[in-house]
C-alpha cells in the first residue's frame, strides 16, 4: 500500500492527558498537511511541512497542538491536555509540489485518526 | 478570511445527473477542487479547477468562473455508489485549502 497511512485509526483518551498521532505520507511527496474534521463539516487546516520545515500553523492550533516533521518523512502530531472539543477526526494529506509551480496540486488524504476525549 | 458556501443535501435518483454549487469568498485563490468522502472513509480527489471552464473526468465534470466566484460539480448517470459528500475546496496556495461544509449527495434507486 503505497498511499497515506495513519495511525491509529481510533484513539479513546480522558481529558488531560496527551495523545501522539503518526502520519506516513507517500514516500516521494514533500508537502504534508494536517486537518481536523467534526462531523458534519469539512476538513479545516491544522498545519502543513515543506519537507521538514512547518510553514504554516492555523489559529486553529492552540499552544497544546505540536507538529513535528523530523526528517521530511513522517509527522507526529501531539495534543497536551487533550479537552473534550478535541473530539473530531484527525487527517494527514501529502502532496507534491514542484518549486516554481505555485499551483494546487492532488493531496492524498489519509484514512485519519479518530480522537475521542471523554 | 475565507468562506464557501454549498448545499447540505441533494437527492437524485440513479441515473440522473446532478450538479453541485458551490461559492466561495476568497483572498489568495489558486483554484477550486472537489473531494468526495463516504462515512469513515477518506476525503477523495475528483478534479480541479484553476482556470474557467469546464474539466471533464469520465463522469465527473467540474466548472469555474473566478469572475462569479462560483463552481459546480456535475455528476452524471449517478449510481448508488455516489452516494457520499462532497467537499468543494479553494486553494489558497499549492496544496493548502479551505474547505465547504460538505453537500451530501443521496442516490436512491
Known amino acids: ?118 | 478570511g475565507q468562506s464557501l458556501e454549498q448545499p447540505s443535501e441533494v437527492t437524485a435518483v440513479e441515473g440522473a445527473i446532478v450538479q453541485i454549487n458551490c461559492t466561495y469568498q476568497t483572498s489568495g485563490f489558486y483554484g477550486l477542487s472537489w473531494y468526495q468522502q463516504h462515512d469513515g472513509g477518506a476525503p477523495t480527489f475528483l478534479s480541479y479547477n484553476a482556470l474557467d471552464g469546464l474539466e471533464e473526468t469520465g463522469r465527473f465534470s467540474s466548472f469555474l468562473s473566478r469572475s462569479d466566484s462560483y463552481g459546480y460539480l456535475l455528476l452524471q448517470e449517478l449510481q448508488m455508489k455516489d452516494s457520499a459528500s462532497y467537499f468543494c475546496a479553494v486553494g489558497l496556495e499549492a496544496g493548502k485549502s479551505t474547505f465547504g461544509d460538505g453537500t451530501t449527495l443521496t442516490v436512491k434507486p
Open chain 1, 1 to 118: 500500500d503505497t498511499g497515506v497511512s495513519q495511525d491509529p485509526r481510533h484513539k479513546i483518551t480522558k481529558r488531560g492527558q496527551n495523545v501522539t498521532f503518526r502520519c506516513d505520507p507517500i514516500s516521494e511527496h514533500n508537502r504534508l498537511y494536517w486537518y481536523r474534521q467534526t462531523l458534519g463539516q469539512g476538513p479545516e487546516f491544522l498545519t502543513y511541512f515543506q519537507n521538514e520545515a512547518q510553514l504554516e500553523k492555523s489559529r486553529l492550533l492552540s499552544d497544546r497542538f505540536s507538529a513535528e516533521r523530523p526528517k521530511g518523512s513522517f509527522s507526529t502530531l501531539e495534543i497536551q491536555r487533550t479537552e473534550q472539543g478535541d473530539s473530531a477526526m484527525y487527517l494527514c494529506a501529502s502532496s507534491l509540489v514542484v518549486t516554481g509551480q505555485v499551483k494546487m496540486t492532488e493531496a492524498f488524504f489519509g484514512q485519519g485518526t479518530r480522537l475521542t476525549v471523554v
